[in-house]
């Protein structure tokens, strides 16, 4: 039986050297809407924020604004947070997605994916020197990112041209390459029909959604997604698995982890949606 083993050992190496037949879709949340996503065998950081403990001041004109930014530290060291990156995600600039010491750390040369020419402009003044725009689909080390533009808000919060200037443009990606679990980043975003046309025509097995309900003065309404928006996802996908993060880190944000998964519990939804401790790691393969 000696060519057995021989044939099983063989078998279990091209199993090693192939990167698609051991490649695994995981998500680390770091804080807030920062993450490592890994993909077909490749890294992507998502939206970082490096600062420490109350480095900004809150947010202006929004709930809580006397609170300083970010409302906690970091899990890891900075160091820890870019270890085996192969790119970064910018899904928009703001000081609680892309702040000035990601800007100062992180390597001047690594890939930047980014939204609009505008972003882009303002990334590659900071020093950066491979800013690629998402104005169609790019595939990168085997993973094709797609870009699925966001509203930052509601239409009548858009009406205001001052509200207008300040949320800006954002967006979200799909991601997705053979053999894999298809994966929609969402971003900062209300939910719209663009929301709903993304999962009917790319039924992504994995949504990551930002849900920390995050609240500007004068509107009832919020400009990202909260525990409702959570449940109409599982409601439109029964199968796709869900990671709620954007919470407890941002002067601005009204749901917290605590209360996303007692909304979680009490609608029984526990064996779809996960919300991740700050440095834990989820498979989401299983």
Same mark, same amino acid.
């Given at each position: 039986?000696?060519? !057995?083993?021989?044939?099983?050992?063989?078998?279990?190496?091209?199993?090693?050297?192939?990167?698609?037949?051991?490649? #695994?879709?995981?998500?680390?949340?770091?804080?807030?809407?920062?993450?490592?996503?890994?993909?077909?065998?490749?890294?992507?950081?998502?939206?970082?924020?490096?600062?420490?403990? *109350?480095?900004?001041?809150?947010?202006?004109?929004?709930?809580?604004?006397?609170?300083?930014?970010?409302?906690?530290?970091?899990?890891?060291?900075?160091?820890?947070?870019?270890?085996?990156?192969?790119?970064?995600?910018?899904?928009?600039?703001?000081?609680?997605?892309?702040?000035? /010491?990601?800007? #100062?750390?992180?390597?001047?040369? !690594?890939?930047?994916? /980014?939204?609009?020419?505008?972003?882009?402009?303002?990334?590659?003044?900071?020093?950066?020197?491979?800013? #690629?725009?998402?104005?169609?689909?790019? /595939?990168?080390?085997?993973?094709?990112?797609?870009? !699925?533009? *966001?509203?930052?808000?509601?239409?009548?919060?858009?009406?205001?041209?001052?509200?207008?200037?300040?949320?800006?443009?954002?967006?979200?990606?799909?991601?997705?390459?053979?053999?894999?679990?298809?994966?929609?980043?969402?971003?900062?975003?209300?939910?719209?029909?663009?929301?709903?046309?993304?999962?009917?025509?790319?039924?992504?097995?994995?949504?990551?959604?930002?849900?920390?309900?995050?609240?500007?003065? *004068?509107?009832?309404?919020? !400009?990202?997604?909260?525990?409702?928006?959570?449940?109409?996802?599982?409601?439109?996908?029964?199968?796709?698995?869900?990671?709620?993060?954007?919470?407890?880190?941002?002067?601005?944000?009204?749901?917290?982890?605590?209360?996303?998964?007692?909304?979680?519990?009490?609608?029984?939804? #526990?064996?779809?949606?996960?919300?991740?401790?700050?440095?834990?790691?989820?498979?989401?393969?299983?």
């Amino acid at each position: 039986m000696k060519w !057995i083993k021989t044939l099983a050992v063989s078998f279990l190496g091209l199993m090693l050297m192939s990167g698609s037949a051991l490649a #695994q879709v995981s998500y680390q949340h770091i804080r807030n809407a920062t993450g490592k996503l890994s993909y077909n065998n490749t890294v992507f950081l998502i939206d970082p924020m490096l600062a420490e403990k *109350g480095r900004y001041e809150g947010f202006a004109g929004t709930f809580n604004s006397e609170i300083r930014n970010p409302t906690i530290d970091l899990p890891e060291t900075k160091e820890d947070v870019l270890k085996g990156v192969d790119a970064i995600i910018v899904t928009h600039t703001h000081l609680d997605h892309w702040d000035e /010491v990601a800007q #100062q750390f992180i390597n001047k040369d !690594i890939p930047v994916f /980014v939204q609009d020419e505008k972003d882009a402009a303002d990334i590659r003044h900071e020093g950066f020197n491979n800013v #690629q725009i998402l104005n169609k689909d790019i /595939v990168f080390q085997g993973v094709r990112l797609t870009k !699925i533009e *966001g509203t930052h808000g509601t239409e009548a919060m858009y009406e205001n041209p001052e509200f207008a200037a300040v949320a800006g443009e954002s967006m979200g990606i799909v991601f997705s390459a053979d053999g894999e679990k298809s994966t929609y980043l969402m971003g900062d975003t209300v939910w719209t029909v663009r929301v709903t046309k993304t999962l009917h025509n790319y039924r992504p097995d994995v949504l990551i959604m930002n849900t920390g309900y995050a609240k500007v003065l *004068g509107y009832n309404e919020s !400009i990202i997604m909260g525990t409702e928006d959570v449940a109409k996802a599982t409601r439109l996908m029964p199968k796709s698995k869900i990671v709620a993060v954007h919470m407890d880190s941002i002067n601005h944000c009204t749901v917290s982890r605590k209360n996303m998964r007692e909304f979680v519990r009490l609608m029984n939804l #526990q064996k779809q949606v996960s919300v991740p401790d700050d440095g834990e790691t989820l498979n989401l393969d299983k």
